[in-house]
């Protein structure tokens, strides 16, 4: 990698420019606090100032994907009775030990029992009680004989091979005993935790909310998906991701549309959902034009807004949409209007909070090695987040590669459709080389 000749820690200076070309590092913004700061240290803020929703009991149906508040504790013991493995007779063992496919051993059938029956019949020397899978296995009888070792009778029934001790007998707890801990707090919950809390007597779980996330877009020039454009007038792509990737990690999008860079209109839109929300993202508006409506709106209520030294996605604003009557404010989290730049916020600050807001601690995706086919520029003083498509070789590492000819301009949303990785370049390089090793994040 080509790195930048060192003049110290990252200036403010003009550093780099944006790929599309209008992008000046670190002055002019009027934001609070320091002039710029990383990735990580805005990253760290956030989730510093987000929490865990409190938990909530729900039925086990309504659990999957959800992150568990307290350890789930087996109320009975699994399997809870002695039960057979096999369709097929249950018996002495002792009555069938002499028997062979020459020479079998026949047996009175004096009970049926499938699965369900409550009946323990006695067994007298001689007797079997045909049985299905799952049924309770009778306290006289030992082992289980398959059917296929069997002729199948149901008066009595020729037993054509010695059964071992115990054959084919699941016994009472020997899954799990009765308070015995099943899934740890902590734990996310997947399918098969839901069966093992069910199976274990529980029918609802104590588990952290998904949170509500209010998506409004923002921008005069906006219009619905499918509807005609008049000349300056695009789709709203950016609402239509966000939402999908409040899902995608677990949140439920509502979707609160978009406004014009009108304040009013803003604030009356926050105003309004803020009680029904855990959170908002809004994009646009966060930047130094002079119809910078979020900006105009929330820096006054304490919102910060400064640059992070990252492309796409340096404009950022993160802070509270103020509560009301001393409740506690709604996370707000400002991106940039730029399509890719909102993708990329949402991955690096949006989604790792919106974890945290589930109980989640692994709140980043797992970075693998890349080796880059081809060069790309990266700008200095800002690390940057290149959309790529990554190919997987045998031995485990990708082979990246940028996913638009018009490399990490922010505006390329069509071109991001085809990305399937996205490279990290720290700050300091300026320039990825073929062959060059990068970090790379596999991405929905
Ligand atoms: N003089 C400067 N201009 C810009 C700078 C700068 O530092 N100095 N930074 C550039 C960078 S980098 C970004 S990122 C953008 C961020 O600007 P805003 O957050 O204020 O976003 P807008 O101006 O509202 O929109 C930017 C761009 O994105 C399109 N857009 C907006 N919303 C949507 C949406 N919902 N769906 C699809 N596309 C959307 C919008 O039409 C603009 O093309 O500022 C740069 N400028
Ligand atoms: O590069 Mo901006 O920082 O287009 O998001």
Not at 57 to 75: E, F, S
Not at 116 to 144: N, Q, Y
Request: with cysteine; glycine share 12%.
């Amino acid at each position: 990698m080509t790195q930048r000749d060192g003049h110290g820690e990252h200036g403010h200076g003009p550093g780099g420019e944006s790929h599309d070309g209008h992008g000046h590092d670190g002055h002019g913004h009027g934001q609070h606090g320091p002039a710029t700061i990383s990735v990580a240290e805005h990253r760290a803020r956030i989730l510093a100032a987000v929490s865990s929703l409190p938990a909530r009991t729900v039925p086990l149906a309504l659990a999957q994907g959800r992150v568990l508040a307290a350890d789930v504790v087996a109320r009975v013991d699994v399997p809870g009775f002695e039960n057979s493995a096999m369709d097929g007779y249950a018996l002495r063992q002792a009555d069938a030990a002499a028997a062979t496919p020459d020479a079998p051993v026949t047996l009175q059938v004096v009970a049926d029992l499938p699965a369900g029956s409550a009946e323990d019949p006695p067994l007298a020397v001689g007797d079997a009680a045909r049985i299905m899978t799952g049924a309770p296995v009778p306290h006289d009888a030992d082992c289980i004989v398959p059917v296929e070792d069997t002729d199948g009778g149901t008066v009595t029934v020729l037993i054509r091979r010695a059964p071992e001790p115990a054959a084919h007998i699941r016994h009472a707890g020997s899954d799990v005993r009765a308070g015995e801990t099943v899934l740890p707090a902590g734990r996310m919950l997947g399918a098969r935790d839901l069966a093992a809390a069910s199976a274990v007597g529980v029918r609802e779980l104590l588990v952290h909310p998904a949170p509500r996330v209010g998506v409004l877009s923002t921008g005069t020039e906006l219009r619905p998906a499918g509807e005609p454009l008049a000349r300056g007038q695009i789709h709203d792509s950016n609402s239509i991701l966000l939402a999908a990737a409040v899902a995608e990690c677990g949140g439920i999008p509502v979707q609160l549309g978009s406004v014009p860079d009108d304040e009013d209109a803003l604030r009356a839109t926050l105003e309004k959902h803020a009680g029904s929300v855990d959170a908002f993202v809004t994009s646009g508006g966060v930047s130094v034009g002079a119809y910078d409506v979020v900006k105009a709106v929330l820096a006054p209520l304490g919102v910060w807004f400064g640059p992070v030294r990252m492309q796409p996605g340096k404009p950022q604003g993160f802070g509270d949409w103020p509560g009301r009557d001393r409740n506690a404010g709604t996370p707000i989290f400002a991106l940039p209007g730029n399509p890719v730049s909102v993708f990329i916020s949402f991955e690096e600050f949006v989604r790792p909070a919106l974890l945290a807001m589930q109980g989640r601690t692994d709140v980043q995706r797992e970075v693998v090695r890349g080796v880059a086919s081809e060069q790309w520029r990266s700008p200095a003083g800002r690390a940057q987040y290149m959309p790529v498509v990554a190919e997987r070789h045998s031995d485990g590492t990708f082979a990246v590669r940028p996913a638009s000819g018009g490399g990490s301009g922010s505006y390329l949303v069509a071109s991001l459709a085809g990305a399937n990785a996205v490279a990290a370049v720290p700050e300091d390089v300026t320039m990825v080389q073929a062959g060059d090793l990068v970090d790379v994040t596999l991405v929905p």
